[in-house]
């Protein structure tokens, strides 16, 4: 009979272990309405990044995401969509290759992706897992891992990659990433618009001899052994 008692509270236990486990998309959630990001459905959302005027139509499960700037031959105008990849050049449609509509459609989509994390985290590809709780510069952290399912994920779905959300105020602080090379992103401010905030961040890189896998950067970038390679900044953001 004691044994069968001691066996109840073991399973009991565990159970009660397993409970308390954390979930990441909820905290994914959580940190989506911190930001206040789960208000944007039905919005346009425009901004300025690295000499391009960006236009954001997010409507459920449509959307349409416009890139427009200029060069030696005019004005460029990339127009992504559930429609597909259409370029124009100074007002007309011009053809592309398959090659080149995949490329430029991913460099639009790649702008966009990161101006709305971690709104986009709760896309139907993404599959989320909690790691562990670790600490960066004094403050606590849920760190996930992200990977992508293949028939949703595109041409990327084999990439992996890390956030850390602050467990108490699920703000998102530093995410890292390995498409085109290793890189941590810590945030550089909060641009505010009414109630939903988006967020600048420094791209870090490890040109140092520590090469520790990419989930641990938070480490290196605690020890200030991360170099900057540029700075992620949006301007002259509207929502409307």
Not at 78 to 99: I, W
């Amino acid at each position: 009979m004691q044994k069968k008692q001691l066996l109840i509270i073991a399973i009991s236990l565990l159970l009660s272990a397993c409970s308390f486990e954390p979930n990441a998309d909820k905290i994914i959630k959580k940190s989506v309405a911190f930001y206040g990001m789960d208000k944007l459905d039905g919005k346009t959302v425009s901004f300025d990044f690295r000499e391009k005027h960006f236009e954001i139509k997010i409507d459920d499960d449509d959307f349409f995401y416009e890139s427009t700037y200029k060069d030696s031959l005019g004005v460029i105008k990339d127009q992504l969509s559930n429609h597909g990849f259409v370029r124009e050049l100074n007002g007309l449609v011009t053809p592309l290759s398959a090659k080149d509509s995949l490329k430029y459609a991913e460099s639009l989509n790649s702008v966009v992706y990161f101006a709305f994390l971690p709104l986009k985290l709760q896309d139907d590809a993404v599959e989320a897992t909690f790691l562990r709780t670790v600490q960066v510069k004094g403050t606590e952290y849920s760190q996930i891992e992200v990977s992508f399912k293949k028939e949703d994920g595109g041409s990327h779905h084999n990439d992996v990659y890390y956030f850390w959300f602050d467990t108490k105020d699920s703000s998102m602080d530093y995410f890292a990433y390995s498409a085109g090379g290793n890189r941590f992103r810590a945030i550089n401010g909060l641009v505010k618009v009414g109630n939903i905030y988006l967020q600048n961040y420094y791209n870090l890189e490890n040109k140092g001899n520590d090469k520790r896998p990419l989930k641990d950067y938070h480490i290196l970038f605690e020890q200030d052994k991360l170099s900057l390679l540029s700075e992620i900044k949006m301007e002259n953001v509207k929502i409307n």
